[in-house]
């Protein structure tokens, strides 16, 4: 075992363990593999957006919007990697789970019930360390004339929390042990495919409430990091076991919504470290909670309204006949999941 000058450690000719100093400096400087973290001998590129999604929604050559505004076409939203890592990657996470979802909702629920939750979890992590690592190097202006920073520098990101998603999302190549306290909220929804909708696509990424969506077909995840699953317990003691039925666009929406709103009040999550046991050249992936319960601040419904706005103002509005919408979302006024009854509204054939 050999440790480095920047903290991290070494079994066997392998970065068992990248420092936070490693993971700043160098990964998300894209001066390194993102994976093994070292200069690579067969450099290649890592899509960001699996490479099976970009496929089955013919997306290449289509543009994600980033959080500058800036429109970067899907091919080039890549980060370096070497050809072994991206093959490691390929095998261990995106060949199962591709699968998985290519059998739509019981596919992937099949799949987790197979005991697979660490590996989605692991998966939703690294397209989300991903998306934040490339925001690194992309200034938040995109006027050059106004000297700003990257998007991560202005916007503050938590790279403390980031790297433990990181070390995650590297368990592959790490082969890191993961105490299942150490993954976070994980949650599977069916939604609605309207065959003449646009989106069967879709990721959602609220950065400062560690809240990350995925949408793919009819099977909708949403995943809170480093809250240790309190926010999915705490959602589902207040309503997520009233949900019966597919989800459309706007429920779903929403349902990111309240997870966002939820891990944004967790008033103690746990702290997460990674532990080695040299005997065993092996390194695990603890979680140490610092309360027996999770507590939450009293929900501030402002930020609930400011969310929703977030989530579902801008692509639908023409889609929503709801007079003064901006006003009545940011006030908390409009839901789509319940009727006034409580009940969830079913939009199911
Ligand atoms: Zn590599």
């Given at each position: ?18 420092s936070l100093k490693r993971f700043r400096d160098k990964v998300c400087e894209e001066k390194v593999c993102f994976i093994c973290a070292e200069e690579s001998s067969e450099p290649t590129k890592e899509h960001i957006v699996p490479d099976w999604i970009l496929k089955r929604f013919s997306l290449y050559n289509q543009k994600i919007q980033l959080p500058n505004g ?13 050809m072994s890592c991206n093959q490691l990657l390929s095998r261990e996470l995106e060949a199962p789970i591709s699968k998985a979802f290519k059998a739509g909702f019981e596919g992937v629920e099949d799949f987790l019930m197979k005991g697979n939750r660490s590996a989605l979890f692991v998966w939703l992590a690294l397209i989300f360390v991903k998306m934040h690592c ?216």
């Amino acid at each position: 075992m050999i440790h480095l000058d920047d903290g991290s450690i070494s079994i066997n000719g392998k970065l068992v363990f990248v420092s936070l100093k490693r993971f700043r400096d160098k990964v998300c400087e894209e001066k390194v593999c993102f994976i093994c973290a070292e200069e690579s001998s067969e450099p290649t590129k890592e899509h960001i957006v699996p490479d099976w999604i970009l496929k089955r929604f013919s997306l290449y050559n289509q543009k994600i919007q980033l959080p500058n505004g800036t429109l970067l076409p899907y091919r080039q939203y890549v980060l370096p990697c070497c050809m072994s890592c991206n093959q490691l990657l390929s095998r261990e996470l995106e060949a199962p789970i591709s699968k998985a979802f290519k059998a739509g909702f019981e596919g992937v629920e099949d799949f987790l019930m197979k005991g697979n939750r660490s590996a989605l979890f692991v998966w939703l992590a690294l397209i989300f360390v991903k998306m934040h690592c490339k925001d690194n190097s992309l200034p938040l202006n995109r006027d050059h004339r106004e000297n700003t920073e990257s998007i991560a520098k202005e916007l503050e990101y938590d790279w403390g929390l980031m790297h433990h998603i990181y070390c995650l999302a590297r368990a592959s190549f790490s082969e890191a042990i993961i105490q299942p306290e150490a993954l976070g909220s994980l949650c599977i929804f069916s939604l609605k495919v309207d065959p003449d909708a646009r989106e069967h696509f879709d990721i959602g990424s609220i950065t400062f409430a560690n809240t990350f969506s995925i949408r793919i077909g009819d099977v909708g995840i949403i995943a809170c990091f480093g809250d240790g699953g309190a926010v999915q317990s705490k959602l589902h003691q207040l309503f997520l076991n009233r949900i019966e039925g597919k989800l459309n666009f706007f429920q779903f929406r929403e349902l990111l919504a309240h997870f966002a709103c939820c891990r944004f009040h967790l008033k103690n999550p746990p702290y997460f470290s990674s532990l080695f046991d040299i005997d065993k050249s092996e390194v695990t992936i603890v979680c140490t909670q610092i309360d027996e319960e999770p507590d939450f601040h009293k929900i501030d419904h402002s930020i609930l309204g400011k969310l929703m706005k977030l989530v579902l103002y801008d692509s639908p509005k023409d889609f929503v006949e709801i007079p003064n919408y901006e006003q009545r979302l940011l006030d908390g006024d409009v839901g789509f999941l319940f009727d006034e009854n409580g009940v969830f509204i079913s939009h199911s054939d």
